[in-house]
């Protein structure tokens, strides 16, 4: 055989960050009770599912993958009386060990089968790659009427037995697709999954399985489905309380900022004016709560909101207030309800000038970047299987990522750092200059401990379309909250360039044709409701 396992005595003994399973920092609390949330099972509709982080390593390679680390993959271990194995999880080795996957309980009799037989997908008995043994991926065949949701892995050339595994009824399934890459070598390639349709409204269920393409051809496996769009596993209002009390983010500014967040209610009584097209000479000042602000239609340019004309007044509210600062929480079901999203929303009255890195140079764009009314989020997911912290999605200037909580920084327990990007406002699990570009030349988003706003200490409920919460008035305003570009960015390019190299110049004039709307400054924001990721997944 070509592989190297006998050959890894020495390997072994490396440790890798998988080597060392994640926790959050404390245990979980006991949550508040009520219906269905963190009992650990989940009924999708004849078709019972528990999370289980239990699992037990198959096979392991050490090299390919991110960071050339290799990964890992496992089975569940230690299933709940009468449950059955879905499919395999398997990450890279350069994470600490966090994961899961759901394991299913047949309720009604034929949710639930073996398979016929099973298909070899890929092995690696001729590959010369440092591993642990041999590795085996099969998938299984299913009964007519019947799919597939996850593979099986071995470290033998039989096929495995047919009662390892079982397919799930067809009407309890919804398509998926891979997502981040997990491995790869020799023409496979092997991914997380997740629905291919999700949102607030989608049904389809992650179910943490991950799935393998060989030479571009992905298995054709299902994600589960919550076909009773039940919602008894979301938290109620006291439970959601609880959750964000234990995992409210804590929010650190820029030693250099200028532009803090406030509270609507602040921007209001602080001078703000809704301007009405055709009768820009006579805005009207906004009532603290918004109730004079139009409420409902589009983003049509009939309306915008501006700062108080007074300069004085105006560089005031320009610099936000951060005792008054609010943290505007959107609850949102995901996955057929099995996670909960807790979008959290701050207001700035101002988005600061941007600054470029062009090679060895930081360079001031002048106005570029600058305008009234700034709205920037970050959203925890929870597994409503245990009410525990999954990862935390920081948007960043019409983009985001998320970052697993084994990733995270906390503090104070089971409270997720985030850091707001000096002027610009977009959020980072972590300190530095946080370059959006390449080649050494992009946008800088500079963050550092600063201030620092528990946003547990001052935040708002404002919507959560499942339970009976009251939305302001504000939260329909569907126009932009600031006015339209006021500068010339032509003329701010010039500034800028007048000192710059030819090729640099060159340089600058790429990296701001780049920048969305949103940082060049050239509309006001809309609020957070008529954003896509309102309703929708983060990250599309």
Same mark, same amino acid.
Not at 494 to 513: H, S, Y
């Given at each position: 055989?070509?592989?190297?396992?006998?050959?890894?005595?020495?390997?072994?003994?490396?440790?890798?960050?998988?080597?060392?399973?994640?926790?959050?920092?404390?245990?979980? #609390?006991?949550? *508040? =009770?009520?219906?269905?949330?963190?009992?650990?099972?989940? &009924? %999708?509709?004849?078709?019972?599912? +528990?999370?289980t982080s239990s699992l037990a390593k198959v096979w392991a390679t050490q090299e390919s993958g991110p960071d050339d680390l290799g990964a890992t993959f496992f089975e569940p271990s230690n299933l709940p009386n009468g449950f059955f194995m879905l499919g395999s999880y398997s990450q890279p080795n350069n994470l600490p060990l966090f994961g899961s996957v759901l394991v299913g309980k047949d309720s009604k009799g034929d949710a639930l089968k073996i398979p016929i037989d099973y298909t070899l997908v890929w092995s690696s008995e001729n590959l010369n790659i440092k591993q642990d043994s041999v590795g085996y991926i099969w998938l299984p065949i299913p009964p007519e009427g019947y799919k597939a949701v996850g593979h099986v892995v071995t470290t033998? #050339?039989?096929? *495995? =037995?047919?009662?390892?595994?079982?397919?799930?009824?067809? &009407? %309890?399934?919804?398509?998926?697709? +891979?997502?981040?890459?997990?491995?790869?070598?020799?023409?496979?390639?092997?991914?997380?999954?997740r629905p291919r349709d999700r949102g607030i409204n989608a049904l389809g269920v992650s179910t943490g399985a991950f799935v393998a393409s060989n030479n571009g051809t992905a298995d054709s496996l299902a994600c589960l489905k919550n076909v009773n769009a039940n919602l008894s596993a979301m938290p109620n209002l006291n439970q959601v309380k609880a959750l964000f009390q234990a995992y409210s983010p804590l929010y650190y500014f820029h030693p250099d900022e200028q532009y803090y967040p406030s509270s609507v209610t602040w921007f209001f009584q602080n001078g703000a004016l809704l301007y009405t097209k055709g009768q820009e000479s006579a805005p009207v000042a906004i009532e603290s709560n918004g109730s004079n602000l139009p409420q409902g239609g589009s983003n049509d340019g009939a309306f915008w909101l501006d700062l108080p004309t007074d300069d004085s007044a105006k560089d005031q509210v320009k610099k936000g207030d951060l005792q008054a600062a609010t943290a505007y929480l959107h609850i949102k079901p995901m996955f057929g309800a099995t996670y909960t999203d807790i979008a959290l929303w701050l207001f700035y009255p101002f988005n600061g000038p941007a600054r470029a890195k062009i090679e060895f140079m930081t360079i001031p764009l002048g106005k570029i970047g600058q305008h009234v009314g700034d709205w920037e989020h970050v959203t925890l997911r929870i597994s409503n299987f245990n009410g525990e912290l999954q990862g935390v999605y920081f948007s960043?200037?019409?983009?985001?990522?998320?970052?697993?909580?084994?990733?995270?920084?906390?503090?104070?327990?089971?409270?997720?750092?985030?850091?707001?990007?000096?002027?610009?406002?977009?959020?980072?699990?972590?300190?530095?200059?946080?370059?959006?570009?390449n080649n050494n030349i992009g946008l800088r988003n500079d963050t550092a401990k600063g201030q620092m706003m528990d946003t547990g200490a001052n935040y708002s409920i404002v919507a959560a379309e499942y339970l009976t919460i009251v939305e302001p008035a504000w939260l329909n305003y569907a126009r932009e909250w600031g006015l339209k570009i006021s500068y010339d960015i032509?003329?701010?390019?010039?500034?800028?360039?007048?000192?710059?190299?030819?090729?640099?110049?060159?340089?600058?004039?790429?990296?701001?044709?780049?920048?969305?709307?949103?940082?060049?400054?050239?509309?006001?924001?809309?609020g957070p409701k008529f954003k896509d990721m309102w309703n929708g997944d983060e990250r599309g």
């Open positions: 055989m070509g592989n190297r396992s006998s050959n890894l005595d020495n390997d072994n003994n490396i440790s890798r960050p998988i080597d060392t399973p994640f926790k959050l920092p404390s245990p979980l #609390p006991t949550w *508040p =009770s009520g219906q269905a949330f963190a009992t650990g099972v989940i &009924d %999708l509709g004849g078709l019972e599912v +528990s999370q033998s #050339p039989q096929k *495995p =037995s047919l009662d390892k595994i079982r397919c799930v009824r067809s &009407d %309890l399934t919804d398509v998926s697709e +891979s997502d981040d890459w997990i491995w790869g070598n020799n023409g496979l390639n092997v991914y997380s999954s960043q200037h019409s983009g985001g990522n998320w970052v697993s909580a084994s990733q995270l920084e906390f503090q104070n327990g089971n409270k997720p750092v985030a850091y707001s990007s000096l002027h610009g406002h977009a959020s980072y699990a972590q300190p530095g200059k946080n370059l959006q570009g032509a003329n701010e390019l010039q500034k800028v360039e007048r000192f710059l190299p030819g090729k640099l110049k060159n340089a600058v004039e790429k990296l701001v044709k780049s920048l969305p709307n949103e940082v060049l400054g050239e509309e006001g924001p809309t």
